[in-house]
């Protein structure tokens, strides 16, 4: 089994201030781990994946996420935010070709 | 371009109708997946299809159907079983092993039962 947990429901930062979504995993395989962005009514893309090369990932927009196997944790950081960053973004796990999908986290920036 | 496209973007059903919603990919994707999203529980898993004509029951199937007769095509039937269809589906396809590729999805269908 499992299973994703994203630790805050929302996240507000000001524009131009680092900032920090954290989730924590549970798997009984290696997993693959990835962070996926939602705008308001549009589906889901993908930021970032890890899939068991280098632990610290880049991704696109300027985000990057570090795989910590001993904490169990994929957290997605960005040094500076930017207005258009805000959406909801959603940490998801995955082995045996099922995906599982945390609750996603809402990213508010304010100017 | 290639990518999935849903449609259509805004559907209302009665009560006790049954309607479906398109899915389309032209990324070649081996399997296809249909989520369910409602607010502040993330996704969950309706169905999925890893080759043409075959599916499987993802983790809130009852109430749904689908079928795979092209590659292309997923198309989801929201039947009058399903007691609170009222939500976001999302379709989903992936080249092959999830692990590897991860998902593209497509830009959804909000169903608001009236």
């Known amino acids: 089994a499992q299973s994703v947990t994203q630790l805050d429901s929302h996240v507000s930062v000001s524009e131009g201030t680092p900032v920090l979504l954290r989730c924590n995993y549970s798997?009984?395989?290696?997993?693959?781990l990835f962070w996926y962005v939602q705008h308001p009514n549009k589906g889901l893309q993908l930021l970032l994946k890890?899939?068991?090369?280098?632990?610290l990932v880049k991704g696109i927009n300027g985000f990057e996420a570090e795989f910590k196997k001993s904490e169990t944790s994929f957290h997605l950081t960005k040094p500076s935010a930017h207005m258009s960053d805000a959406a909801e973004y959603f940490c998801v796990v995955s082995s045996y070709s099922t995906l599982t999908f945390g609750k996603g986290t809402m990213l508010l920036v304010s100017p | 371009d290639g990518g999935i496209t849903q449609s259509p973007k805004y559907l209302f059903r009665k009560e006790g109708q049954n309607v479906t919603l398109s899915c389309e990919q032209n990324l070649n994707h081996d399997a296809m997946y249909w989520y369910r999203q409602d607010p502040g529980q993330g996704l969950r898993l309706i169905y999925y299809s890893q080759i043409v004509n075959d599916f499987q029951k993802g983790d809130i199937a009852e109430g749904y159907s689908v079928s795979r007769e092209k590659k292309e095509s997923f198309p989801l039937t929201v039947t009058s079983a399903q007691k609170n269809p009222t939500a976001f589906y999302l379709c989903?396809?992936?080249?092959?092993?999830?692990?590897?590729?991860?998902?593209?999805f497509g830009s959804g269908t909000r169903l608001t039962v009236v």
């Open positions: 989903a396809s992936s080249m092959g092993s999830s692990e590897a590729y991860g998902y593209t």
């Open positions: 890890y899939t068991s090369a280098a632990t």
């Open positions: 798997s009984s395989y290696s997993p693959s």
